[in-house]
């Protein structure tokens, strides 16, 4: 999801390879009609505006997209960022969306591939790629990040596949998993993971972290100091986890959290899932905005500013 500058909420529809445009000209909290903008992608997932243009992530390619004629609707495309991950098709894990992100200010571009297998070792999946605004310059920004959808430090390691958190190790001798194949683990390894940083917050595992919106200020008093978080929700877990937005409450030095807690759940029922919550975005009257993208695929708003 994203809103264009004038105020109309974008979505990419991953399953018919469409971007939608959903007026709320009334500003009664519910889209007065669905436009499509854009058609015929390869499983759209990502999408930002940015100066001027509209910018869609694929498998493969981000396609830059500009509506000449001011009429909401993008006639000409080009290919932005062509053969990512060198082409390399989609393998056992599961990972083929993209998230894209602009830095204005500094004008750069940066893009997140997702790794091709549970575990396995792999130069060209698995991390952060930073571009300049205008398409060129790429360079590895970030390594052993197996899905990101968020920002991470310049150079930074994240532990795929060899550990997690601040530099645990995954258990070597388990037999399923695909952990004992990395074996043996060499001095560069080691090295890579103790240049691991403690992360600002742990969730539980298989989760699946989807989206993280900073509250506008405008939001009560209790969520201006943090950040809210999508959990789309395991899918092969004994104990099923996620299925809900949850809220991190930074301290006061904003580089740490110090709680989290529910905001938004009941996704999910004596282990059934009727939804997933996926995307999260804010409206410039401060309002949140929430994506299912399975089982139900809606759009809410979770909650008005104040």
Known sequence: MAWSPDSVLHVANKSSGEILALPDRTHDGEADITIVVAKDFESPHDLEFYNGALYVAEELRVVRLTDANNDGLYETRSV?????????QLGGGGHDTRTIVFDAKNKKMYLSIGSSCNVCREDHRAIIEQYNDDGTGRRVFARGVRNAVGEVRDGGFYGHPFA??????????????????????TAADSALVRTMVRPAALIQAHSALMAIEFPDPS????????AFVALRGSWNRKDPTGY????????????SVASIA???RGFAHNGKAWARPVGLETDARGNLYMSSDAEE???AIVSKSR
């Open 80 to 88: 932005f960022i062509d053969n990512i991950a060198q082409g390399a």
């Open 164 to 185: 997690w958190g601040d530099g645990r190790y995954f258990d070597f001798t388990v037999p399923v998993g695909g952990y004992r194949d990395l074996l043996p683990i």
């Open 219 to 226: 939001f009560a008093a209790p969520y201006r100091n943090g």
């Open 244 to 255: 809900k937005v949850v809220y991190l409450r930074m301290n006061a030095d904003n580089k």
């Open 262 to 264: 529910d905001f938004f």
């Open 297 to 299: 695929q809606f759009i």
